[in-house]
């Protein structure tokens, strides 16, 4: 078990809705990435967070957005969803946002739009 | 669970053989290596990491090894056993504050 935390654990919806995507890291964590993977694209950078601010931005598409809150956990919103966005999302967590120390990953959310 | 990425290059090595899982890195000014193992349904779980400035690094049956050279890093995996079965990621941090990117994946598969 990582320590990391992620409800829920699936979510089907159908297009054109919103979801929203939580994380708990690990205790004493204060950076929390997140990461999307589809079976033909591996593990893609979405976004990260290191104490309540945004640190790096990856691929991530308008409609998605996140935010991290005084308590660490962090929570990823999908909007106008498309059927592309079917994919597993992971949550990682990691001690400092230097990139120094490893990131721990939760179990993901597969989201399935139909 | 889903399958992770179905079309992986695949190792396929004999229970009790050692296994060598390669990965190519991008940039040589990363300085910061992670090997993942992936199971069925959950998420990436880390195996070993190493710095830049280190060549080699020991743990538990695994070894990883540096080659800045070429921009290359290897996972061995002694007396590989079933329960090694999975998907290996290597993954690179490139500078300060960056995230890190994840290669392609590895599916190692134990021959009984």
């Known amino acids: 078990d990582s320590g990391v935390t992620q409800t829920p654990k699936h979510l089907i919806t159908a297009t054109g809705q919103r979801v929203t995507l939580r994380c708990s890291p690990r205790?004493?964590?204060?950076?929390v990435y997140w990461y999307q993977q589809s079976l033909d694209q591996g593990l893609q950078f979405l976004i990260q967070y290191y104490n309540g601010e945004e640190r790096a931005k990856g691929n991530i598409l308008e409609r998605f957005s996140a935010q991290q809150f005084p308590d660490l956990h962090s929570e990823l919103n999908l909007s106008s969803l498309e059927l592309g966005d079917s994919a597993l999302y992971f949550c990682?967590?990691?001690?400092?946002?230097?990139?120094?120390?490893?990131?721990?990953f939760g179990n993901g959310t597969r989201l399935t739009v139909t | 669970g889903e399958s992770v990425g179905l079309h992986l290059p695949t190792l396929s090595v004999q229970e009790g053989d050692n296994s060598i899982i390669n990965c190519a890195y991008s940039n040589s000014a990363s300085d910061y290596f992670i090997w993942y193992k992936q199971e069925s349904g959950k998420g990436p779980q880390f195996i070993i990491d190493?710095?830049?400035?280190?060549d080699k690094r020991q743990g538990q049956r695994v070894t990883v090894l540096l080659n800045k050279t070429v921009k290359h890093l290897s996972l061995q995996i002694a007396a590989t056993q079933p329960g090694d079965s999975a998907v290996y990621f290597c993954?690179?941090?490139?500078?300060?504050?960056?995230?890190?990117?994840f290669g392609p994946g590895t599916r190692l598969s134990v021959l009984p």
């Open positions: 993954a690179e941090h490139k500078n300060y504050g960056q995230n890190f990117v």
């Open positions: 205790s004493g964590d204060l950076s």
């Open positions: 190493i710095r830049s400035n280190m």
């Open positions: 990682a967590s990691s001690v400092w946002d230097r990139g120094d120390s490893p990131l721990h």
